[in-house]
């Protein structure tokens, strides 16, 4: 039997190749890339961005998910974020949702943002060496000290000799033609080795890539001679070369992250199937990635801080309303602020308040402004003990912990009411927390329920969480509860209709509301006028009614 020659064996070679690529690429496509994220692709994924501060084995107190929910902070975060890498994303959310930070770390934080406002140098450099963290695969970084180590793969020491065996045997075949039996054999069995390792390699695969950016960037902004970034280019100093071997042994797998070329890209999954490379860099750096863990995750967390300094420096040059709140130490019962104002709302109509050692009670009639002026102050509350910026003239208050009931629906897939998940969301704010003040935000406790038994509930409710010495802010359709509560600060929204249309001015007014126009609204949106007249006369009924029964009879 003739064999082919050297070239009809290398083209067949190459074809073979292909073949087997295609099927482990669509296996891979098919199996585990849906859980690799896109390279280049920050487009705000807020599932992959929580992902840091929800792995986090760090021990934290966190705000909890209703409250993040109630108060729109995953918009919140979209809209003021200024970082550039993914872990500057990471460690912003972190910080945003974070309620342990003490003073002496939001001092620490004032000091960097204000060091790099002043120095564009600083920040320039910066924004620049972080840009390459920028890419998807940087996301997945955090996998690599995360959750338990990596096991080391089982024999691990063949997998470098079956790329070694591979080579020899390609090499080879150009000088004794049989050993083409041998390539594809080795070519098959390192298919299926690379299949049979896609779940424990391909999660971390994406982070190993960027090691060397990683390494770039470490070395770079720690040879920043900053005094006051000190602390984190110290560290990325310290971690470089302990990131240089890890980086070394990831260099061949930046080549696909890096290309956009199609071609390029199966050229490497040829390579790549033939020769087993990500298999044996994993197997080289798995234990090098295990005794380096912690410094991975100190330089990872070093990177994000720097990357926060500089998006706050950023925020706060870009927004013309903002300022440095103070907060205060200990557990004054007392917020203030003036000309507050929410992020998400181009035109915002600023509100001042000062409360001190009461709670409040807030009425208005819908879209009068209650609910935005809560989720006003929650935010800003956030921003404040997190990066130490708010939207307002001024801002003082303690450190808080932010608890919330605000816009809960039926839970049709947990089986609940609306009132019986009220009364979830309300029982959980009596668990007690370590001395720290709480506020308290609520919109329309026990909705779901009839008017008398709502306002029992409601006014029991809201004078043991006063009596708790808790800071309560609470948007009410009850006027009923002004006169239960009188240990309350009473404030409302009010509107006008004026030449037949309704006019709100979103501003706080001390006291009660005085204006009713509820059913001014119906006659306003087009509803038939018997309906309108109707609504009104049973309004006056039901008022005459309670009135009698408020005087005994004597009306």
């Known amino acids: 039997m003739t ?14 190749g292909m073949i087997a690529m295609l099927v482990v690429r669509a296996v891979r ?19 992959r961005v929580a992902a840091y501060y929800e792995d986090s084995d760090e021990p934290m107190q966190g705000l909890p998910d209703r409250a993040w929910a109630d108060l729109d902070m995953d918009a919140v975060f979209k809209k003021l974020d200024r970082t550039v890498s993914w872990p500057g994303q990471h460690l912003l959310y972190a910080r945003m949702r974070r ?47 995360h959750g338990h180590a990596p096991a080391p793969p089982p024999f691990a020491r063949a997998y470098p000799l079956l790329s070694v065996i591979g080579l020899a045997c390609l090499v080879g075949a150009f000088r004794w033609p049989a050993l083409i039996i041998a390539v594809a054999c080795v070519a098959l069995v390192n298919a299926f080795v690379r299949v049979a390792m896609r779940e424990r390699i391909d999660h971390l695969v994406p ?6 950016a990683m390494l770039l960037a470490s070395r770079t902004l ?68 295990r005794a380096e863990r912690e410094t991975i995750r100190r330089a990872y967390v070093a990177m994000g801080e720097l990357d926060v300094l500089q998006a706050v420096a950023t925020l706060r040059a870009e927004m013309r309303h903002q300022t440095t709140p103070v907060v ?21 109509v600023p509100n001042s308040l000062d409360l001190r050692e ?74 007690p927390t370590d001395g720290v003040l709480r506020l308290i935000l609520i919109d329309e406790l026990f909705r779901g329920t009839n008017s008398i038994e709502r306002v029992a509930a409601a006014k029991a409710v809201l004078g043991q969480l006063e009596r708790n010495g808790d800071l309560v802010i609470v948007a009410t359709h009850d006027v009923e509860l002004l006169e239960l509560l009188p240990e309350y600060a009473t404030y409302h929204f009010r509107e006008e209709v004026r030449d037949g249309e309704l006019v709100f001015d979103y501003q706080l007014h001390d006291g009660a509301c005085s204006t009713r126009n509820a ?37």
Not at 207 to 212: A, C, T, V
Not at 361 to 375: A, D, E, Q
């Open 3 to 16: 064999l082919p020659s050297a070239p009809v064996l290398a083209g067949l070679l190459l074809v073979g």
């Open 29 to 47: 496509l098919t199996l585990a890339l849906r859980k690799v994220p896109d390279a280049n692709a920050r487009e705000h994924d807020m599932a």
């Open 99 to 145: 309620e342990d930070l003490s003073l002496d770390a939001l001092r620490e934080l004032e000091a960097g943002v204000t060091h790099v406002s002043a120095d564009s140098a600083a920040s320039t450099a910066i924004r620049s060496a972080l840009a390459p963290l920028d890419d998807g695969n940087a996301s997945v970084l955090p996998a690599l000290f």
């Open 207 to 212: 982070g190993k890539r960027m090691l060397p």
């Open 222 to 289: 720690g040879a920043l001679d900053h005094p006051e970034l000190a602390r984190h280019t110290a560290v990325l100093r310290d971690s470089a070369p302990r990131l240089e071997w890890l980086a070394r042994a990831a260099r061949w797998l930046s080549f696909e992250a890096n290309s956009g070329n199609e071609i390029a890209g199966y050229v490497y999954e040829y390579v790549n199937l033939l020769f087993l490379l990500d298999v044996t860099s994993y197997a080289w750096s798995i234990g090098g990635i």
């Open 328 to 348: 205060a130490a200990g557990v004054e019962r007392r917020i203030a602020f003036t000309d507050l104002v929410h992020p998400l709302l181009e035109t915002a």
């Open 358 to 431: 009461r709670s409040m009670l807030l009425t208005g009639s819908n879209m009068s402004g209650k609910s935005t002026f809560i989720r006003t102050i929650g935010v800003n509350a956030v921003l404040a003990q997190s990066i130490n910026t708010v939207l307002a003239s001024s801002w003082h208050a303690p450190r808080v912990t932010i608890r919330t009931s605000i816009g809960r629906a039926d839970s049709i897939l947990e089986g609940k009411s609306y009132y019986r998940a009220e009364v979830d969301a309300i029982g959980a704010l009596f668990a």
């Open 519 to 555: 059913l001014a609204i119906l006659e306003l949106a087009g509803f038939p006028p018997a309906v309108v007249d109707d609504a009104r006369r049973t309004a006056a009924q039901v008022e005459r009614r309670a009135t009698g029964r408020s005087t005994g009879g004597l009306v």
